[in-house]
């Protein structure tokens, strides 16, 4: 896990110190939002957190680990739409900037959010494209 001061800026980009930010949902506090969930998931690929991807993960579209390539270098995360389908559904467009082996790339993704018992899950993804 890559190491930190409380007081730096998140990596999702919100502004917020990573105390403050995305670091009490790691710690196993629940996201208000699909949105909030989605952030502290980049914040978690950002900060190498492999467990903490797993378990934000809906049961039924988990991979049996998390995998995350070593050396990728996030560079970036702008939230295009949040959408609120109904009270367990949710919608968040995003763009995800990162390097790999020194080349840059982007992921443009559509994700799919539920909440189950308070929390938000990640189900899946519709890829824009890459590159």
């Not at 995360?77 to 949040?82: G, M, V």
């Not at 467009?93 to 308070?118: D, I, M």
């Amino acid at each position: 896990m890559k190491k930190s001061t409380a007081d730096e800026a998140c990596p999702c980009g919100s502004g917020n110190a990573y105390s403050v930010c995305c670091k009490p949902l790691h710690d196993g506090e629940p996201a208000g939002s699909a949105q909030a969930l989605m952030r502290s998931r980049y914040c978690a690929y950002a900060r190498e957190l492999h467990d903490y991807i797993h378990r934000s993960w809906h049961a039924s579209t988990r991979p049996p680990r998390a995998e995350i390539g070593g050396g990728t270098h996030w560079l970036g995360l702008q939230i295009k739409r949040h959408e609120i389908i109904d009270e367990t559904h949710a919608v968040v467009e995003f763009v995800a900037r990162y390097k790999v082996n020194g080349r840059a790339f982007r992921l443009h993704e559509t994700s799919r959010f539920v909440r189950e018992n308070g929390h938000w899950f990640y189900i899946d993804g519709d890829i824009a494209d890459a590159g």
